[in-house]
T-cell receptor
Framework: GAGVSQSPRYKVTKRGQDVALRCDPI?????LYWYRQALGQGPEFLTY????????KSGLPNDRFSAERPEGSISTLTIQRTEQRDSAMYRC???????????FGQGTRLTVV | DQQVKQNSPSLSVQEGRISILNCDYT??????FLWYKKYPAEGPTFLIS???IKDKNEDGRFTVFLNKSAKHLSLHIVPSQPGDSAVYFC???WGSGNTPLVFGKGTRLSVIA
């Protein structure tokens, strides 16, 4: 596709359920980043991949959060046993090799009720 | 603690005048700085960047200035247009590409016709 695609755009889930958020980066982009954005705040780093290798997961809040990018393209961010505090906009971005500038998708708005 | 700070949550400017958005950072390891623009219901869009080896970078109506000794950067928009009304995020990174970004909280710019 032309841009970074995230699905679903909106997700409402009950507390305690698992959710999987999907990111389809721009074709050929080496790096894929996951950020979380609360209202009135800037995006906050969660984790990122170069190709299929997870380079840094220091931003993941706790072990209920995990991410994978098994074939170096599409990535999934999984949140297990969701809690209300997990409610936020989850943003994915990608960048080509040698670039710091990242291109963002429209995000997935997660609401845990 | 916030490593990238945007201390003005909002700014209003008359159409045709200059808009100046400010950003401060604390981490001296940052060597690449970016500005992103965000419209409602969209993901952040890359606007302009500057490497720490420069003190100015210009792209059309947008100029970014970097003062490394003060750990301060600013984005100038001249002349400001109503379509520039958006939230602007300052971001910083380190390394030679493909590294995550650290964002400020954003400044909402309103350009009044």
């Amino acid at each position: 596709g032309a841009g970074v695609s995230q699905s679903p755009r909106y997700k409402v889930t009950k507390r305690g359920q698992d959710v999987a958020l999907r990111c389809d980066p721009i074709s050929g982009h080496v790096s894929l980043y996951w950020y979380r954005q609360a209202l009135g705040q800037g995006p906050e780093f969660l984790t990122y991949f170069n190709y299929e290798a997870q380079q840094d997961k220091s931003g993941l809040p706790n072990d209920r959060f995990s991410a994978e990018r098994p074939e170096g393209s599409i990535s999934t961010l999984t949140i297990q046993r969701t809690e209300q505090r997990d409610s936020a906009m989850y943003r994915c971005a990608s960048s080509p090799a040698g670039y710091t500038e990242a291109f963002f998708g429209q995000g997935t708005r997660l609401t845990v009720v | 603690d916030q490593q990238v700070k945007q201390n003005s949550p909002s700014l209003s400017v008359q159409e045709g005048r200059i808009s100046i958005l400010n950003c401060d950072y604390t981490n001296s390891m940052f060597d690449y700085f970016l500005w992103y623009k965000k419209y409602p219901a969209e993901g952040p869009t890359f606007l302009i960047s500057i490497s720490s080896i420069k003190d100015k970078n210009e792209d059309g109506r947008f100029t970014v200035f970097l003062n490394k000794s003060a750990k301060h950067l600013s984005l100038h928009i001249v002349p400001s247009q109503p379509g520039d009304s958006a939230v602007y995020f300052c971001a910083a990174s380190w390394g030679s590409g493909n590294t995550p970004l650290v964002f400020g909280k954003g400044t909402r710019l309103s350009v009044i016709a």
